[in-house]
């Protein structure tokens, strides 16, 4: 799991990749919550996505924010941040160069910047969705939006209530050729605590539904 240091649009940023040597290996970069909220990449929940991604043999990369941990700059509430991911699927992809398929995957604030990554970018054909913050930013970008994905959300979130993650699900899985599958972790707050092992069972057995994986190889 080495640590790795690329260079973002407002200076370098910090990483942790996870490289499989199949040649076509899948890759995913996941992102983490809101930085003001004590987010960064070493939250257990995109710990714990990042874990369920490189199992299932995609070459995974996640990373702080600006102004997080190592990584330069200073928050700048989403727009800098979405140019942060950008440029972290960029160094990604610049070192799996043949890679067969490209995932997203956040966790509320990061799942925010992740949907707008995916609008972004043809290239990504599929996403993972943890508690997107659909009360508190707006979604409506996703018209239409361009792959079906996960989205995985608890029913006793305190701060984002179900049902407006519900009615953003209805909206997108009404859309052409568009599957959302949608789980909810039973008595799972915003921060999933003690239910980590349900978002990764969630997100593995999505997965080995959705893609042929090859075996995970160090």
Not at 25 to 40: F, V, W
Not at 119 to 138: C, K, L, Q, T, W
Not at 168 to 174: D, T, Y
Request: with cysteine; charged share 20%; hydrophobic share 40%.
């Amino acid at each position: 799991m080495p640590d790795v240091i690329f260079n973002g649009p407002d200076g370098r940023l910090e990483g942790r990749y996870q490289h499989k040597r199949a040649p076509d290996a899948p890759i995913a970069l996941m992102l983490h919550p809101d930085p003001h909220q004590g987010g960064t990449m070493n939250n257990r929940v995109v710990y714990t996505l990042y874990h369920a991604f490189s199992r299932q043999g995609f070459s995974v990369l996640r990373f702080n924010f600006r102004g997080v941990g190592r990584s330069q700059g200073a928050f700048d509430r989403g727009e800098g941040e979405l140019a942060d991911a950008a440029a972290a699927l960029d160094w990604l992809q610049t070192y799996n160069e043949n890679a067969r398929a490209c995932w997203i995957a956040g966790f509320s604030f990061g799942a925010w910047i992740g949907m707008q990554l995916l609008m972004r970018r043809p290239e990504i054909a599929g996403f993972v969705s943890v508690a997107p913050p659909a009360n508190v930013y707006d979604f409506s970008f996703l018209a239409p939006c361009p792959a079906s994905g996960l989205v995985i959300h608890g029913d006793a979130d305190e701060a984002v209530p179900e049902p407006s993650v519900a009615k953003l699900v209805e909206k997108l899985a009404h859309q052409r050729d568009i599957k959302i599958d949608y789980r909810v972790v039973k008595g799972a707050g915003h921060g999933f605590n003690d239910h980590m092992e349900e978002i990764d069972s969630h997100v593995e057995d999505y997965l080995q539904k959705v893609m042929e994986v090859a075996p995970a190889q160090a």
